[in-house]
């Protein structure tokens, strides 16, 4: 069972997490009110926030997950303690340095680094090599975490039984959980890609202190930033999705899911594929070769839509004319699947190459990003939260509270989300620190964003208090 | 049993889903890319008759594809042209070839068309037509398509920068600004444009390296970094699961 030690390092992330995700979305509507006109920030204000809110959004989710699958692998695993703590005194640190770099340094890349902008110095002179440095620590830090899960992994299941290849099979006599195949099949790319981050880092630090006698390949550079950027995106709904396997039908007092042979197929389908669908960030780049451009395409269908199916056939098995127990946790987890494929959905539509021609860089893609992330990622590590937190007290938040909370999140997400794909359809280009007059829709789109973005901060302010109420019992409770 | 079914349906529905697209527009302006442009025989309003190398061979040109009973996109797009090389007026760095793809027009419908411009005079700009059109819009990557019903030509707005070794080294399509003019002069005079980068002796891990004689790219060093994480993944997997399983014996 989980220790003591554990509860009270989950209850830390979890509370770091929620702070950073308040500032995160004031920081967010900022930036939307100043399209919209209201504020008037410099663009150089603009574009540091833009980087900070991407930077926090990603890391802070990507360590939500993370937290969330080694809390509950310790049901099946003992997972390392130090590897926990080593991850979280690193990913503080390099926080930290990334807050003073964006919004002291005035570095202001966006959270995607293309190269060669960090080399570009625009900014505090100290901001180049603090931002690489803050992004080696996090990314060292993430490393350590992730290869400790994996090695406790592979010491209760050999490599097949952690891939669920025995399930290919009738009647397998070892059964792996799902959690333990999701989770699993995560952390590989996780790894993967934390492994590019850090290769990725070495050519910048490389081109930067060789003062002209190395560069590196603009194409490579992208090629290695979206392996990077792209799978650590994906790869935190997979945890999101990994926690719902383990938690959706317990907390509804249903038995657990068990993994057959189309769970095994579609999550090893999403193994493979994960890693070669960032080809389709590059769709606009005409130096790489057509053959990748199509692999990106097929990738990003095979990568995704074999698990969405596999999982939204779970839930609605599990919900489908069943007497369940409904708790916010679990309608938190539901409307995160819905949210997810919508997301998806308006992912793979911009991932087919004739309609990312249209998409391209328009406000689609933030619509479809922040989709899978407010409306999917968020409710998913949110109802993990939830349920961390009453685990260990017996007040709980009402009913009555808890629809509230669940309309204010679907209302003020969907409305903030419209805005976004309207503005897409609309062909209004995204990453605009203000609109010129001839985008005649952005400004009252981003006006409009702005006020639904504010709806949804308002749930997520009470689940900040009860939630980070709970959490800081927890770490203070001596048993 | 209804639960596979179930799965089924689902699976196939994301399937046509996934189906539901059609073949890409091509990205037009990076086709023909570094190519040489057709050497074509062309007779010069004005002029005695040239081959297209003996013309960029002089200076590096950009040429414009138009026709003169065009109803369409082409006099604004060379009023255009016009307006935005104005700055630009006795720079011998460059020559504007504007270029009839009309086998209808002949040199007189040229000249007619220069003396509407006002630039019958101008020296920086040259008309003409060529008997074989079809080659080179083939090797410019420009392809009119007519439609009999309006008796016009279905373009684009193209124009093609060409270098002093007749290769293409930029296009433009549509109507454009000052600033984009000023890449394409500057790439036809092989100044650098910060839109591509040249080979870099400093480069050591390219993902792919161009050839200028055959024209091709050839696999670089930087596509096994492309690998690596993957490999390396994959090794340390295998690594850690016969070390877990060994300290178990």
Same mark, same amino acid.
């Given at each position: ?95 930290? #340095? ?115 006698? %190395? ?20 790869? #935190? ?66 990568? !995704? ?27 938190? %987890? ?98 605009? !620190? ?43 409770? !001596? !048993? | ?11 196939? =529905? ?30 010069? /309003? ?14 590096? /040109? ?21 307006? &935005? ?7 011998? &760095? ?7 793809? +009309? ?5 007189? +419908? ?69 600033? +984009? ?38 696999? =670089? ?25 060994? &300290?178990?014996?």
């Amino acid at each position: 069972m989980e220790s003591i030690k554990l509860k009270k390092i989950t209850s830390v992330w979890i509370i770091a997490v929620l702070t950073l995700f308040v500032a995160s979305i004031v920081l967010g509507i900022l930036m939307r009110l100043n399209q919209g006109g209201v504020l008037h920030q410099a663009p150089i204000t603009f574009y540091s926030n833009m980087t900070i809110h991407g930077i926090t959004m990603i890391g802070i989710w990507f360590v939500a997950g993370m937290a969330g699958i080694n809390y509950l692998m310790e049901r099946y695993v003992k997972t390392s303690y130090t590897a926990n703590l080593i991850a979280l005194i690193l990913t503080v640190s390099g926080v930290l #340095m990334l807050w003073a770099v964006t919004l002291i340094g005035k570095f202001h890349t966006a959270w995607t680094f293309l190269y060669p902008l960090p080399l570009r110095v625009m900014w505090a002179q100290w901001a180049t090599p603090t931002f690489l440095v803050a992004m080696s620590i996090l990314a060292t830090g993430w490393l350590i975490w992730g290869i400790s899960m994996m090695t406790q992994v592979l010491k209760v299941y050999s490599i097949p039984q952690v891939f669920a290849w025995q399930h290919f099979k009738k009647d397998p006599a070892v059964k792996t959980p799902p959690f333990i195949l999701i989770s699993m099949i995560t952390l590989v790319g996780v790894v993967t890609c934390l492994l590019v981050a850090v290769l990725l880092m070495a050519l910048y630090f490389a081109e930067y202190f060789s003062k002209g006698n %190395f560069v590196n390949d603009a194409l490579l550079m992208k090629n290695l930033t979206y392996f990077f950027g792209h799978t650590i995106a994906n790869e #935190m709904l997979y945890l999101g999705l990994a926690v719902i396997y383990e938690l959706f039908s317990e907390v509804g007092g249903k038995p657990k899911w068990k993994t057959t042979w189309y769970v095994a197929l579609a999550w090893n389908f999403t193994l493979i594929f994960i890693l070669t669908a960032f080809f389709h960030h590059l769709y606009m780049d005409f130096v790489q070769p057509e053959g990748f451009q199509i692999a990106g395409q097929i990738a990003s269908y095979l990568a !995704s839509l074999p698990a969405a199916a596999v999982t939204v056939f779970s839930v609605w098995v599990a919900v489908y004319r069943v007497k369940i127990k409904w708790t916010l946790t679990n309608l938190l %987890f539901f409307v995160g699947v819905a949210g997810w494929v919508i997301g998806g959905f308006g992912a793979v539509i911009d991932a087919t190459i004739s309609n990312n021609i249209v998409l391209h860089n328009t406000q689609w893609v933030p619509a479809h990003f922040h989709t899978y992330n407010i409306l999917g990622n968020v409710l998913f590590s949110l109802g993990f939260f939830y349920w961390f937190s009453i685990q260990f007290t017996d007040k709980r938040v009402s009913e009555k509270l808890s629809r509230l909370i669940l309309s204010l999140l679907i209302i003020g997400g969907a409305g903030f989300l419209l805005a976004f794909y309207i503005g897409g359809a609309d062909s209004i280009p995204r990453r605009f !620190s203000n609109y010129p007059a001839e985008f005649t829709t952005a400004r009252p789109l981003a006006n409009i964003g702005a006020v639904f973005a504010t709806v949804y901060l308002i749930p997520i302010l009470i689940l900040f208090y009860n939630i980070s109420k709970r959490c800081l019992k927890i770490l203070f409770s !001596s !048993s | 049993m209804f639960k596979n079914i179930v799965l089924l349906l689902l699976i196939f =529905g994301f399937c046509n889903f996934a189906d539901a697209q059609t073949t890409s527009t091509a990205l037009k302006e990076e086709t023909n890319i570094y190519e040489r442009v057709y050497d074509a025989p062309l007779q010069v /309003v004005g002029q005695e008759s040239a081959t297209f190398d003996e013309l960029y061979a002089q200076r590096p /040109v950009i040429l414009a594809l138009i026709f003169t009973r065009c109803t369409g996109i082409c006099n604004p797009f060379l009023v255009k042209l016009k307006e &935005s090389l104005q700055f630009k007026d006795g720079d011998d &760095s460059f020559r504007v070839m504007v270029l009839s793809f +009309d086998p209808r027009d002949n040199l007189s +419908d040229m000249h007619r068309l220069a003396q509407n411009l006002g630039l019958e005079e101008n020296e920086q700009w040259a008309f003409a037509i060529t008997d074989s059109i079809s080659e080179l819009t083939q090797s410019v990557g420009f392809d009119p398509v007519w439609d009999s019903a309006r008796r016009q030509f279905d373009h684009d707005a193209l124009l093609v920068g060409i270098n002093r070794e007749g290769y293409i080294t930029k296009k433009l399509i549509g109507l454009r600004e000052r600033g +984009d003019l000023d890449l394409l002069t500057g790439s036809i005079n092989n100044v650098f444009v910060p839109t591509y980068r040249l080979q870099n002796q400093n480069m050591l891990f390219s993902c792919f390296n161009y050839d200028p004689v055959t024209g091709k790219n050839k696999p =670089g060093l930087g596509l096994i970094f492309l690998a690596l994480p993957a490999v390396l993944t994959a090794s340390l997997l295998i690594s850690i699961s016969i070390l877990v399983r060994r &300290s178990r014996r």
